[in-house]
C-alpha cells in the first residue's frame, strides 16, 4: 500500500504497477497536481503513439517496402517520377492504418479534448488518422503532417481537397495493391441454381503464404489513378500528406501560434516523441518559456529527464496506450462522471 500514498489514487485493484517504480510514481503524484490544475494543455503526438496500435515507425521494419525505401517514395519527386508506384505505396499505409484501432492512449486523449472549461489542442505528426477515429473533438486536432485519408489535387491551379476518404481501391487498377504479399486465395465450392458445381474463388485478406511473395508492383497509367474531381484536364490527386522537402501546412501552424498566443499554457504532453526535432521543440520550448511545464511519454527517455533532474520536466518511460489513461486520470475521470 506504499504506491498508494505516491501515486494519489485510491482504488489501486485495476491499476497495472508493473511499470511503475518509486521516481516514476513520485513524478506521477507531482504530474497529476500539475495537471489538476492546468487550464491549458497541449498534447504533441509522435509515432510512438501508434505503435502500440501495431503500426510500425517509418523508419521501423528497415524502412522498406517491397524493398524500395520508404523515405524515397514519400517526396514529391518520387511522385512526379512514378504516381502510380507512390499511390500503390499509399494504398498499402491507408489499408494498414485502417486495419490499425486507436488504443487507450489515443481514447485518453480524445476525453481530454472533451473537457468542459479545459483548453486543449492535439498537434499530432501521425497521417495514420487513428486520433481522429478515436472520437478526438475535430476542432482541436492538429494533423500538421497530414491524413492518409486526405486527398488533394496536384494542379497548383486548383485546391480541390477531399477529407475522410477510407476507400479501398480507391480506382479499380489499385485493387490489390494494399496488399504487401500476396494475399492468399482459396477456392470454394459453391453451387449455384441449376446445381452444378461451380468454384469461386475467396479473398482471404492479410493471411500470408508460408513463403509470402511480394504483390508485384504494377505499372500504372495516369488515368487509372484517383482523378480530380474538378479539374476539366484530369489532374491527379496525391495523398494529402507532408511528404519530405515539402511545407508544413500554413493555415493549421497559424491556428496553433493563435493558441500559443492566446495565454500561457500550462501543460505540454509530449508523446511518442523525442521531442527534439523541429517542431516538436519549438512548441516543448516555447511553453517551458511562458513557464508552462512538459511531460514526456516515449519508450525512449533521457535518464536525466528520468531522475528528476531537468526543471519542469517529466518524464514517464513505457507505451503511451498503458501510461497515458493513468497519467490523465484526474481530468478524463471527471469527465467521465
Ligand atoms: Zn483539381
Redesign the pocket.
Known sequence: MQLNKFIGITDLQDIDFSFCNYAMSKALTEFQEHLKQSRRIVALVGAGLSVSSGLPTFRGAEGLWKNFNMIDLATPDAFYIDPGLVWQFYSWRRHNALKAKPNAGHHALAQLSKVPDLEFLTITQNVDGLSARSGHNKNNLYEIHGSLFTL????F????IEKDNMKVPLTPALRDTEFEYQPVRRKRRMIDYDSITMEQTEELTDEVAISPQFVPVKELNEKDLPQ????QDG?L?RPGVVWFGESLPLQELNEIDDFMEGGPVDLILVIGTSGTVYPANSYVDRVMLQGGKAAIFNTDIDDKILRGEVANTWGFKGDGAELLPLALRPLIEKDEQ
Open positions: 488533394k489535387c496536384t494542379s491551379m486548383c485546391n480541390y480530380c474531381p474538378v479539374c489532374s490527386l
